[in-house]
């Protein structure tokens, strides 16, 4: 395989297959400085192989896919750095600052996903609501939580068709 086969093909597996850089050399017998060096050149050649990766899994799998599924990673990541921020060292002023940013960061990565994904907000917003409910039923009305546990289920069920198609 010549060169400018491997890179097409370095440039296919990182757009389509979503492959990393490292994987990506390991696999096609380059070192992973290679690689950078070939999608550093052909960004300035006018190719943005992240863009185009960008694009290719929005049309494989649909903005609201790749919405809830960034969303998804950060609020993951949003949790860990709180149990970090936790159980870590330093000042309360040093984590006050830290929670800020943290806050700050969750409330631009709602508004931004609101606004690329209005079905997955909107879904959010109705499992919230359901989830208010049940709280205010267990507290209020203790006595009618078991009914209504069991139409809250199936219907949270509804709510993710509705939404999520």
Known sequence: MTRDEKRRKARSDYVYRRMNGTTIALAHGVHVATFARWKKKALQDGDNWDIARSASIIAGEGIETVVSSVVEDFMMMAQTLLEDIKGGEGTTELKVKHLVSLADAMTKMTSAAGKLAPKVS???????????????????????????????????????ELYAT
């Open 122 to 160: 909107e879904l959010g917003v109705a499992q919230h609501v359901l989830q208010e409910l049940l709280r205010f039923v267990q507290e209020n009305y203790p006595q009618h939580a078991s009914a209504i546990i069991e139409i809250i289920e199936p219907f949270g069920d509804r709510l993710t």
